[in-house]
């Protein structure tokens, strides 16, 4: 096939490793054209990370997308509220597009990106990276050939993790929804996609409850401080910033990790650099004493077409990441835990068996083996030698999966307020 040329735009975990990092996966199908970043050291790693010529390094999207058409096509990876701008300038320019989820986190933005991917007949793939696992690829195959006969029910899980809500929703990026975007919106699209894509059918009618439990100054223990460098009472604080960037096992940096969510402090993780952005950055403050708005615990309700129900669940008091998935129909019921990587099948007029999805393919790195499946998909379609398949995430079939999350985030302010669909889409 054709070598594609990419530029990106945003050089963080994602846009830096996730994504950047396919070339060297795939080198005869990607090379990397030109990069942009409002930090200066991140533009400086991916130049020497990937040998980007100093004329193809920018110091921002804008400045980027102001040169033209340098590449085949756009690695959107910015922040959620800067994805809109690139994105539609982005397409003017001539580029296909990767885009990072959300499209946006503003409604009518999503509609007129989607009428303008339309009008100038451009390919986009947003980052519903979960469709592209192995695991979620046979849950989908499983349902299609009728395993468990019509889904009449769906209970799914969203493991937040109590250090990642700490990392990414409290001290993090995506701490306040007036700067980003509501939880339900930045970190479930995934699911929502998830269950339109699984069952096949719209939503028409969707309710939601949540809020902020935990992460709020009047919860702060006693004699705990601004910042967990100073905390008195930081050695029973789950939530201490040197245990999950330090010691933890599987995420500190003296476990050996180098990798997310510690190469989001710094560059170039170490314990070093990684004590010093703890001590003076954003990643050290207390929990309790952040800027953060968004909510740790959300349950959202949603009837589809057919008449099917989903309740999904969103949860950051959990130890364990990955999804939970119970899947109730007709003719049997399906058990599928994407942590453990297995499928347990209960057909009512036959044996249980299971899937153990570890034994169907061998690489089940990053999101489960979906980053690099959607990148690889992605370069074949703008190459030509590919055409859209039932995986593939365009820009209107993940609009459905705002428009829901948009509608759940709008019953819950409304105090669990059932909201028709048609509010959204029309």
């Given at each position: 096939m054709?070598?594609?040329?990419?530029?990106?735009?945003?050089?963080?975990?994602?846009?830096?490793?996730?994504?950047?990092?396919?070339?060297?996966?795939?080198?005869?199908?990607?090379?990397?054209?030109?990069?942009?970043?409002?930090?200066?050291?991140?533009?400086?790693?991916?130049?020497k990370l990937y040998g980007i010529p100093p004329e193809r390094c920018f110091t921002s999207g804008e400045e980027l997308l102001s040169c033209g058409k340098l590449g085949d096509a756009a690695f959107i990876c910015t922040q959620d509220r800067q994805h809109f701008a690139h994105a539609s300038k982005a397409l003017e320019v001539g580029y296909d597009l990767l885009l990072e989820k959300p499209i946006s986190p503003d409604p009518e933005e999503?509609?007129?990106?989607?009428?303008?991917?339309?009008r100038l007949n451009r390919r986009?793939?947003?980052?519903?990276?979960?469709?592209?696992?192995?695991?979620?690829?046979e849950l989908k195959r499983l349902l299609d050939v009728g395993a468990v006969g019509d889904?009449?029910?769906?209970?799914?899980?969203?493991?937040?993790?109590?250090?990642?809500?700490?990392?990414?929703?409290?001290?993090?990026?995506w701490r306040n929804s007036a700067e980003t975007s509501p939880m339900i919106l930045q970190k479930c699209c995934h699911d929502m996609d998830l269950l339109v894509w699984l069952l096949g059918e719209r939503a028409v009618k969707v309710s939601s409850f949540g809020g902020l439990h935990e992460f709020r100054p009047e919860m702060a223990p006693e004699g705990s401080g601004e910042r967990c460098a100073e905390c008195a009472v930081r050695d029973g604080c789950p939530f201490d910033a040197e245990k999950i960037y330090l010691t933890n096992k599987g995420t500190g940096v003296l476990a050996g990790n180098t990798g997310w969510?510690?190469?989001?402090?710094?560059?170039e993780p170490d314990e070093k650099s990684v004590r010093r952005a703890i001590g003076t950055g954003p990643y050290g403050r207390c929990v309790y004493r952040c800027d953060n708005d968004v909510v740790d615990h959300q349950v959202v309700n949603i009837e589809f077409e057919g008449g099917a129900t989903a309740q999904l669940t969103m949860c950051a008091f959990t130890k364990r990441g990955g999804r939970d998935t119970v899947i109730m129909g007709t003719r049997g019921q399906i058990i599928a835990n994407l942590n453990e990587q297995t499928i347990h099948v209960m057909p009512y007029d036959g044996d249980n068996y299971d899937v153990d999805i570890r034994k169907l393919a061998s690489d089940l790195r990053g999101h489960s083996g979906g980053d690099t499946r959607l990148v690889e998909e992605f370069l074949e379609l703008v190459a030509g030698d590919a055409k859209e398949s039932v995986r593939t995430t365009t820009l209107a079939a993940s609009a459905e999966s705002h428009y829901i999350a948009f509608a759940a985030e709008r019953s819950r302010l409304e105090g669990g307020r059932t909201v028709d669909m048609r509010e959204f889409r029309e």
């Open positions: 054709k070598k594609v040329s990419v530029v990106i735009l945003g050089l963080g975990s994602r846009g830096l490793h996730a994504y950047a990092d396919c070339v060297r996966q795939f080198p005869d199908k990607m090379e990397i054209a030109a990069v942009a970043d409002i930090r200066p050291e991140m533009v400086e790693l991916a130049k999503c509609r007129r990106l989607v009428e303008l991917a339309e986009v793939s947003v980052c519903h990276v979960l469709r592209y696992t192995p695991f979620y690829g889904v009449v029910s769906v209970q799914h899980i969203e493991n937040v993790i109590y250090w990642h809500q700490a990392h990414s929703f409290v001290r993090g990026n969510p510690v190469d989001v402090l710094t560059p």
